[in-house]
């Protein structure tokens, strides 16, 4: 079997800062984040102050489900005790740049993370759900050919602050009700090559004494890292699935995903099927469509086939073009022929509409990017390139 690309992403600490493990609290001029810290994990802290135990579960209640940013506004705590714990602690989102408003409501924010990385998260507005689209990695090792984060360097992994702090960030420039909240791990980077920082963050953003997000309300995107898969479904805690399948045979999914090498459509398939559902509940399957690659009637058939006894629906999206990536989104007409033969075979199956494509937040374009959006004089950094 030929070999698959390099999938060594482990943390690194590229910001000369200290890193604990994978839990990962990166101190902040000298005092420790809080941000991404467990029930456990503050507990503990507090203990060390020298402060009961019980005033834990405050702070973490005050910075996940009232998020608090600043300690005067831990108006349940003592002054004394606000100010002992501001001068060890600190409560730091990810720094935002920039954002990008998009004509349709979309908007694209630039982060900036310790090292001086650069991440990405987007909001889309919709008529009955808002949706928070967030990142992983610092660019991504499995360098589809068609995802312009796959063409920057690797840099690490976030960790689970940095993966909740996206959400919190966002949740403070855009208050949205929480009953409207979707988050959809879809930004930069593949959550399954980062596990053990994206469960954490899971349990953060779910968590009824915090930020209590329903995992039902929640989406992990993956490009098909079986053995990750094969874990997610042992944990207590699922999230709704999405896989990027993106092709129907293997000669044309390794090209487009080489990790298809290593763990091709049989195998995917088959880890999909022994993943356990909630009544109820089914696996998207996304295909993006892309011209002269896996847009024939053919491949929609084969599709129907590769796919059935699953509880599944489909969500085509036409290729988002960008300079950066050589290929073609197929015509309107293309488009909607392949969702009708799915249709005809009795598969639920969506088209997803670009949102803020005019400011480069549509799928696959993220890459933190500050100049117009189109414009061709910026070619990616050199892909080998790496700290
Ligand atoms: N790494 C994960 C999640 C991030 S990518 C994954 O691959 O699933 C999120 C989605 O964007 C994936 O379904 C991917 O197939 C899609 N995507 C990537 N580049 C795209 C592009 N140029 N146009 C349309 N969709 C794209
Ligand atoms: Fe990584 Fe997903 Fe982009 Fe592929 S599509 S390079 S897995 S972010």
Known sequence: MPSGPTLDVRPRDAGGRRWYGFGVI???DGRTNLVGATLAEIEAIVAE???PRFRGRQIYAGLYARRARGWESFTDLARALREKLARRLDITYPETMTAFQSSDGTRRTLFKVS???????????????DTFCISTQVGCAVECLFC???????RRNLSAGEI??????????RPTDMKRLNIVLMGMGE????????MKALRLMTDPLGMSISPRRITLSTSGIVPGLERLAREDLVPNLAISLNATTDATRDILIPINRKWNIASLLEACRRFPLEPRRRITFEYVLIEGMNDTPEDALRLVRLLKGLKKKVN????????WVPLKSPGEDRVLAFQRILIEHHLTAYIRRPRGNDVSAACGMLAGREYPQGDTSHPPPAKRERP
């Open 49 to 51: 102050l020298g402060e």
């Open 191 to 198: 959550p399954l090559l980062n596990y053990d920082n994206v």
């Open 148 to 154: 312009v984060t796959g063409k920057l360097p690797t």
């Open 316 to 323: 085509l999206i036409p290729l988002n073009a960008d300079p």
């Open 164 to 173: 909740v702090g996206q959400v919190l960030a966002l949740q403070a420039d």
């Open 26 to 28: 990166p101190e902040v």
């Open 115 to 129: 090292g001086g990385h650069r991440i990405e998260s987007v909001y889309i507005p919709e008529e009955k759900r």
